[in-house]
């Protein structure tokens, strides 16, 4: 037994090592050679084995650049520590250097690993950099929402691999992304965010461990249920699928949607092109074109998602719980609607109550708190969420974060019912189960990436 004990350590042992040796240390714990700092003035110290961060007034974010640029797959490990609540920092990864930016002065562009200590919680979100703004808030996985300790060094882990990108944040799993855009090689780099105010300056953060794995990777498995955002055109990933997503538009075909009220997917009115679904401009109208389509399945308690663009102006929506038993004679047919608006030129903005009819809102019933605006312009790909609970409770969510929530049947429900445009049809909202709706408002709106899960 004890022979049989001796030889099982030494396994451990010996794979451990060879483990080990897979790691490449990027940072010595005494100097910052193999770095070198390419924006900002935010100075960069070695102590105790870190290297230290420093915030400091009048200067715009500063960036501590790995030498090396790594190509392909890779690990990124680190242990990182902030000293208060309002300082905000972030890890760069396959990033890149635009000299040309911030009026010659240069700029780093790319994937950012959150570090957010305050009460928001977005730690291990990735957002990027100067680039197109947040991939991955911190709002996708709010189970895994963990506050940043401060004066506790917390360990971050980055997998990049292929076109996917997983974060965690001491060893828990948090940000999920498929990014057709990614970069095949880039740096490394710590950021010290700029700040606006005096008393702010002398705030540090500290990174020590630093390490990467290019060689012999072996990923991490993700539990089921995460969020994923998928940046690749109408496609789930196998995790996805295993989660129990589904493709409600192919990008090639209009399977599984048909017209409202009618037997077939309208005639003329909707466009597929390169990987799009369009509803085309015309007068402005309710149905007055090719009329709304909706799913030829009907659901009940799900997770919804899809992209949209809105053209200037526009007017459309997402409606959920549409039954088809109301007669509505040449209007759109009724349901709960996620409202699609250009909120700066579309009239209807401002009617309703207080807001009620903007985008993201439950349609004349719940207003949209929307935090974000400029990431949901019109010309911009924007994301919008449903979530219906087994229990009735629904959120909205645009872009990743949550802008209303009700709950379905109760009593509050059907007060605001009770003060809509809905009064006139019974039981409005409260459908057992019913279609996906997309509208057609006589204005030009693009969609892609429509994708459900049931929830039980």
């Not at 057709?180 to 710590?190: A, K, S, V």
């Not at 940046?231 to 493709?247: Q, V």
């Not at 039954?323 to 004679?329: A, G, Y």
């Amino acid at each position: 037994m004890k022979q049989i004990s001796t030889i099982f350590f030494l396994f451990i042992a010996l794979n451990s090592g060879a483990q080990s040796n897979n790691w490449q240390s990027l940072f010595d714990g005494k100097t910052l050679n193999g770095w070198k700092q390419m924006t900002g003035s935010a100075p960069y110290t070695v102590e105790n084995g870190c290297i230290v961060g420093t915030s400091i007034v009048n200067s715009p974010n500063s960036f501590l650049v790995c030498d090396q640029k790594f190509t392909g797959d890779f690990v990124l490990e680190m242990e990182v520590m902030l000293n208060n609540a309002n300082i905000n920092s972030g890890i760069q990864f396959k990033s890149n250097f635009d000299s040309k930016g911030n009026k010659g002065k240069g700029v780093i562009n790319g994937y950012q690993y959150e570090l957010d200590p305050t009460d928001r919680k977005w730690t291990a979100g990735i957002y990027d950099e100067s680039r197109r703004g947040w991939l991955y808030p911190g709002s996708y996985n709010p189970k895994q929402q963990q506050l940043l300790t401060i004066n506790k060094f917390h360990k971050v882990r980055i997998e990049c691999i292929g076109n996917t990108v997983k974060t965690w944040l001491d060893g828990l799993p948090a940000s999920y992304l498929v990014d057709e855009q990614i970069t095949n090689e880039g740096l490394i780099g710590l950021q010290v965010h700029g700040i606006g105010k005096k008393e702010e300056e002398g705030y540090k953060i500290s990174w020590k461990n630093i390490r990467i794995q290019t060689k012999n990777i072996k990923p991490l498995a993700f539990p089921k249920g995460i969020y994923v955002v998928n940046k690749t055109p109408n496609n789930l990933t196998d995790y996805e699928k295993e989660s129990g997503w589904k493709l409600l538009f192919d990008g090639k075909t209009n399977s599984g949607w048909i017209g409202a009220h009618k037997d077939a997917f309208p005639q003329k009115g909707w466009t597929i092109k390169d990987g799009i679904l369009t509803v085309l401009s015309s007068n402005g109208g309710e149905s007055t074109n090719g009329g709304d389509i909706v799913t030829k399945d009907e659901y009940g308690a799900f997770e919804l998602s899809w992209d949209f663009k809105l053209t200037k102006g526009a007017n459309s929506g997402v409606k959920y719980f549409v039954t088809l038993k109301e007669q509505v004679q040449g209007k759109s047919a009724i349901g709960l609607e996620y409202q699609l608006l250009d909120d700066t030129l579309h009239p209807d903005a401002k009617l309703g109550r207080d807001g009620n009819r903007t985008l993201a809102s439950l349609y004349d019933l719940i207003t949209a708190k929307k935090t974000e605006g400029k990431f949901a312009q019109p010309g911009n790909w924007n994301t919008g969420r449903i979530i219906v609970y087994p229990n009735n409770h629904v959120e909205h969510y645009l872009n990743g974060l949550k802008v209303l929530e009700y709950d379905r049947g109760s009593q509050a429900f059907r007060d605001l019912v009770a003060i809509s445009k809905y009064k006139e049809w019974p039981n409005f909202g409260e459908a057992l189960k019913g279609h996906i709706l997309l509208q057609d408002h006589g204005n030009e709106v693009d969609y892609k990436n429509i994708k459900i899960r049931v929830l039980k």
